[in-house]
């Protein structure tokens, strides 16, 4: 019997407690919600307030001017508005999560909470770097193949390849001594590998002077030809 | 009363071209005479010129225009008498006027008593006075200068059965001066005026004066050695007498009768003043510049006549083919308008009666190289008559006032030698004297100040020029010198207001002074000399170092 | 206003100067002293024989030649400080002369001169090549006359050529500017040709200088704008075309300056284009007269069969991007072929450049990289060309027009597919 009560006033204790402890977490569950849910709505808002501000011509203009528009087409992206908000809605909602989840007196957690918010402007930034990394190699792999292409190159591919890769490869060393991550062996690895002149190369067969470096690689190959005649039509 | 001896009294005088016939009528007949000229010769004198010049005054049947003289030594009984001439050459010396008469020495009228008597029989003494031939095939070579009416320079004579040669109208035989009577002849006559005491003769159609076979009989040397005669012995008997040939050539041929200063003391410069009316309308100095620097040097006793229009056809011969055309085209559209190679109009109905292009033309009359003439009514602006024939209908009456026939004459109108202008915009009632004489705005009063300034200095008549070229080709600018004098002259050809940058380094530190008004432009510097001028707009700037 | 910035002081003293004009040639030249002593003479005598009373000006827009060019034309002057020039003229004839740039600009040459005639008030303004050896006087009446005397906007030059010369506008601008704006205009980039002052202004004036395109193709641009405006436009033969330097003629950037031009010029008129479906003959001034074209050099065709293929191999992922899968395989079949059966039949090609157009349009890549994808192609249609008119010579160069004629109906055929792809891919 007494047994009985003892569990039973064991479990009623428990219960208790976890009812108290419930009722103890429990407003602070609701607030955390209710942060989440603030913090999706104000998101949200922000997402709409930036998708218009940026939907507006003059901004469509200096994307396209700059080429981004070309580059988010390329890697089959939505439009840059809709990437920079869907961006924005993300970071904004994640950060009032996390905020709500503060508010629960959770000491791991908050410490994980604490270290992320840290982590969180490194991890964009290196986001960033792969992002146009992979805009740029493929931009400048393509410049390299057409210009091989037209100067009637043998191995066009596998030129547009090693740029492709060189510049992907400075892009994720970028990446990674941004977020601290294997510094040195990236390093020493992409110094060994790729010399500076190698990446200079590419850059400037890709880069301002790709036209000059075309017509180099065109007269180089032409001169070595001497019974090509087909430039001699005038095409006007 | 014969006018203070001034060997070179040419160079800065101001010609002014009259016709008796034209000027006024003292007697009521219709008809201009000595009389009547005389009687208005004050105005002569206010307008300020320092020579008149008539046209021929000899007795003539008058199908020339009195070119066709009949008598050499009387007068016109239309005109007066041998006395009324030296009454006239009395007042106009008397105002400092001096007297220029016309002498036509290539040929005669046919109804001279000379070509009577040659034509009378083959071995007439005076056979030899004129140019005979049993064919009409001599002197191929020779050019037809009146080509709307002659077709040969060869006539049929049909009473002595033979050619006679004549340069221009069939009724004006040549003179045969190989003949050393007709040269002797022709002396007595000159020397007949001379002794009356005319200042100068203006010799008609000098180049023609010899025939030689294989030649276009012009300009040959045998014509320059009866010139230098008549030089060599005027110098001796009648010094200060002034020569002026009339003779339409190129600068190049014209430069001939200058000779080494023993020929023509002037001659006219045919070639520039076409070239100045398409200058004007091609709104481009290029045909102005470019006569004058084919113009070659003359000697330095001599001068160029210098004219704007005169009694004849604005004379188109002296233009390439495309020149003519343009000029045909902007200057006498109406065919009617058009005379030999030349189109018969006078200046202001030329210039589209426009006050600012009358101007400059006038500016640039008075200021380049030579010796300035006034053809008779185009200093007050008169209009033509182009229903008359061949040229006459620029030998109209003079306007004088807006009353009876323009106070040219009190005959009745219809008994006048010429109808009188009448229509509303150049007629008598709108230009005459009169009028003019009472606005100091009037045409006629603009010209009397532009005549007193051009006389306020020897640069114009003497000075050397030098051509300035600045880029802007619709500014004519030149800088005429004589000793320490330096007058620096601009005109716009253009109807709009130009900018024009001028290179005057050599003239560093002057400042110039617009002679019209006297006021003081900026002095120059190292800089070109920007001048703005407004449409057909012309200075004239005396160069001062103070 | 485009020409404030453009003109420098110096060059606008010499206008000054100059004045207004009712006829201004214009020589954009960069190192042409070899060739613009003739060039030179036959403007001037073109001048004096055609228009001798009219105000006329040579404007010479060089780009920093080493060789003196400028030095050449000035000297060709006629005025009253050169009267040693043994020529009769009425007028006096500026030529005058300008740097642009220390590079040459083909484009910002013709503004320069553009900008010149706009400022010069003139009726006409006529642009010459310097390396046009074989001009005679004529051409000057054969371009400026219609501008000058019967009121056209834009005379368009028509030539006869070396049998093979000008195939990038006989297969691909003539044919696509005709669909598109629907008038039979030979020659919409020409290095000749003639602007009345109207339309000179109207293009300086308008908006469309802030766009790129006109920057760098401004004759095609100047083209288009007549043919999309409402003006008159004509076209006049004007004889032998002398063969073009190729040293200038790299075909990369002669498609950047009129395939691009063009196809940059359709977004801005879709409107207008989008409703034409035939296409209207231009009028033509002056007779083609019969001289005889020199035989062209041999070609190697092997190597346009081989560098084809190749691209078609190699170009295969940016082709993806740009072109439909159909017309991608029919690409791969072509490629495939031996060069005796080599054909890239005309529906192919037009398919193939409407659809790089309706991708330069989208900016599916970049678009510089869009034009240098078509040169590999366009050596296949050139290819083609070449074997189809193998056997047509000099006279019966009717087969040659023949075929030309028969590849613009199939642009204008497909035109619909155009427009399909461009309603798709917004």
């Known amino acids: 019997m007494r047994e009985r009560e003892i569990i039973v006033a064991e479990l009623t204790q428990a219960w208790q407690e976890l009812v108290r402890g419930f009722a103890h977490y429990l407003p602070r569950l609701v607030e955390m919600l209710i942060v989440a849910f603030i913090g999706w709505m104000i998101a949200y808002f922000l997402k709409l307030l930036v998708r218009s501000i940026l939907g507006m011509k003059k901004f469509s203009k200096l994307s396209e001017s700059a080429g981004t528009t070309h580059f988010l087409h390329q890697m089959a992206l939505p439009t840059a508005p809709e990437l920079v908000s869907r961006f924005v809605f993300w970071v904004a909602w994640l950060g009032f999560i996390l905020l709500g989840v503060s508010i629960l007196p959770i000491v791991a957690l908050q410490d994980y909470v604490s270290r992320f918010f840290f982590f969180l402007p490194r991890l964009f930034v290196a986001l960033l770097i792969l992002f146009f990394g992979s805009l740029v190699a493929g931009f400048f792999s393509r410049a390299a193949l057409l210009a091989a292409v037209n100067a009637n190159f043998r191995s066009s591919r596998l030129l547009s390849f090693a740029i492709r890769v060189m510049v992907s490869i400075f892009a994720i060393s970028m990446a990674f001594e941004v977020l601290g991550v294997a510094e040195q062996t990236v390093l020493v690895f992409f110094g060994a590998v790729f010399g500076a002149i190698m990446l200079g190369l590419a850059l400037a067969f890709g880069l301002g002077g790709k036209d000059l470096a075309r017509e180099f690689l065109e007269r180089k190959l032409s001169s070595s030809k001497k019974e090509e005649k087909e430039d001699e039509l005038s095409p006007l | 009363m014969p006018l203070k001896r001034e060997a070179s009294w040419y160079k800065d005088a101001i010609i002014y071209q009259a016709h008796v016939r034209a000027f006024n009528d003292s007697n009521g007949d219709g008809i201009g005479d000595f009389q009547g000229l005389a009687q208005r010769l004050d105005y002569v004198q206010d307008l300020g010129v320092s020579a008149i010049w008539l046209m021929p005054f000899f007795p003539s049947p008058l199908r020339d225009d009195g070119y066709d003289i009949s008598d050499y030594k009387s007068v016109n009984p239309t005109y007066g008498n041998l006395d009324d001439f030296k009454k006239f050459l009395a007042i106009a010396h008397d105002r400092g006027i001096r007297v220029i008469i016309e002498m036509v020495l290539n040929h005669t009228s046919d109804q001279h008593p000379w070509f009577q008597e040659s034509r009378s029989s083959r071995d007439n003494p005076k056979r030899d006075w004129y140019v005979w031939s049993d064919v009409d095939t001599k002197y191929r070579g020779t050019r037809i200068i009146f080509l709307d009416t002659e077709m040969s320079n060869w006539a049929w004579d049909p009473i002595s059965k033979s050619y006679y040669w004549h340069r221009f109208f069939s009724h004006q035989p040549d003179l045969n001066y190989d003949n050393p009577q007709v040269r002797e002849e022709m002396w007595n006559v000159m020397k007949f005026w001379l002794d009356l005491g005319i200042d100068g003769f203006r010799l008609d159609a000098v180049p023609y004066l010899i025939e030689r076979e294989g030649t276009n009989c012009e300009n040959l040397p045998e014509t320059h050695t009866i010139i230098r005669d008549l030089r060599k012995r005027i110098d001796e008997e009648f010094p200060g007498t ?288 920007l001048l703005t001028m407004g449409p057909y707009q012309f200075y004239w700037f005396r160069l001062r170092r103070i | 206003m485009a020409e404030e910035t453009l003109l420098s002081d110096d060059f606008l003293r010499q ?87 220390h590079t040459p600009d083909p484009a910002l040459a013709l503004r320069t001169i553009l900008a010149a005639a706009d400022l010069l008030r003139a009726r006409a303004c006529v642009v010459i090549s310097p390396t046009s050896t074989t001009i005679d006087p004529d051409w000057l009446q054969r371009l400026a006359r219609p501008v000058y005397n019967d009121g056209f906007d834009l005379v368009s030059p028509l030539y006869r050529r070396q049998k093979f010369e000008g195939i990038l506008m006989s297969n691909l601008l003539y044919p696509m500017t005709r669909a598109v704006y629907g008038y039979r205009i030979h020659e919409p980039f020409a290095s000749e040709f003639a602007v009345s002052g109207h339309l000179v202004s109207d293009f300086l004036n308008s908006e469309i200088w802030n766009e790129e395109w006109v920057r760098v193709g401004t004759e095609v641009s100047l083209t288009v704008m007549a043919l999309t405006g409402k003006y008159r436009t004509c076209q006049s033969f004007l004889g032998t075309k002398a063969h073009v330097d190729r040293s200038s003629s790299d075909l990369v950037v002669a498609m950047r300056r009129t395939v691009g031009t063009l196809f940059a010029s359709l977004d801005r008129n879709r409107p207008l284009w989008s409703t034409i479906n035939d296409s209207k003959s231009v009028p033509l001034v002056g007779t083609p007269s019969e001289t005889e074209e020199p035989e062209p050099e041999r070609i190697d065709r092997k190597r346009l069969w081989e560098m084809f293929a190749t691209g078609v191999r190699e170009l295969e992922p940016v082709f993806r991007t740009i072109l439909s899968s159909t017309t991608l395989a029919e690409l791969q079949r072509i490629a495939a072929l031996e060069l005796t059966e080599f054909q890239y039949p005309a529906g192919s090609w037009a398919t193939t450049v409407y659809e790089f157009a309706a991708s330069y349009h989208n900016a599916v890549i970049s678009r510089d990289h869009i034009l240098q994808a078509l040169v590999p192609l366009y050596r296949g249609r050139m290819l083609t060309f070449l074997l189809e008119n193998r056997s047509s010579s000099g006279k019966d160069g009717d087969k040659m027009e023949e075929n030309v004629e028969a590849l613009c109906g199939e642009f204008e055929r497909l035109k619909p597919h155009l427009l399909k792809l461009w309603a798709d891919r917004r």
């Open chain 2, 242 to 529: 002034m020569l002026l040939a009339e003779a339409n050539q190129w600068p190049a041929d014209l430069r001939q009768y200058f000779g080494n200063g023993d020929e023509f003391h002037m001659a006219f410069h045919f070639p520039l003043m076409p070239r100045m009316f398409m200058g004007l309308r091609l709104e481009d100095r290029k045909p102005i510049t470019e006569i004058l620097q084919q113009t070659p040097e003359i000697p330095p006793s001599c001068q160029w006549c210098l004219f704007l229009r005169n009694h004849d056809e604005l004379t188109l011969e002296m233009v390439t083919d495309i020149e003519r055309d343009y000029m045909y085209d902007i200057y006498a559209r109406d065919k009617s308008m058009r005379l030999n190679l030349g189109i018969r109009r006078r200046l202001a109905p030329l210039l589209d009666n426009d006050r600012r292009r009358i101007e400059v033309m006038n500016g640039m009359l008075m200021s380049l190289p030579g010796t300035p003439i006034i053809y008779y009514g185009d200093e007050i602006g008169m209009g033509d008559n182009i229903n008359l024939g061949d040229r006459n209908g620029v030998r109209t009456p003079m306007q004088w006032s807006g009353g009876w026939n323009g106070g040219f004459s009190a005959a009745d109108p219809e008994s006048l030698y010429s109808p009188p202008i009448l229509n509303p915009v150049y007629g008598y009632p709108a230009v005459n004297v009169l009028s003019q004489k009472r606005t100091e705005h009037s045409l006629l009063s603009w010209m009397k100040h532009l005549i007193q300034t051009r006389r306020s200095t020897h640069v114009f008549g003497s000075g050397s020029i030098e051509f300035l070229h600045p880029a802007n080709h619709r500014v004519l600018a030149y800088v005429r010198q004589l000793e320490k004098e330096t007058v620096l002259v601009v005109n716009n050809l253009s109807s709009a207001a130009q900018a024009v940058e001028l290179d005057l380094r050599r003239y560093k530190g002057n400042i110039l002074i617009e002679m019209f008004g006297r006021n003081i432009f900026p002095r120059i510097g190292d800089l070109p000399y």
């Open chain 3, 15 to 101: 206008l000054i100067n100059v004045g207004e004009v009712d006829i201004l040639v214009g020589l954009p030249t960069h190192n042409n002293a070899q060739t613009i002593e003739p060039v030179l003479r036959a403007i001037q005598a073109g001048i004096l024989k055609c228009f001798p009373r009219e105000r006329a000006v040579i404007i010479n827009a060089d780009g920093g030649s080493h060789d003196g060019t400028p030095d050449l034309v000035t000297g060709a002057s006629i005025d009253d400080v050169r009267n040693v020039l043994k020529i009769h003229t009425l007028r006096t004839l500026h030529a005058i002369t300008t740097q642009y740039a």
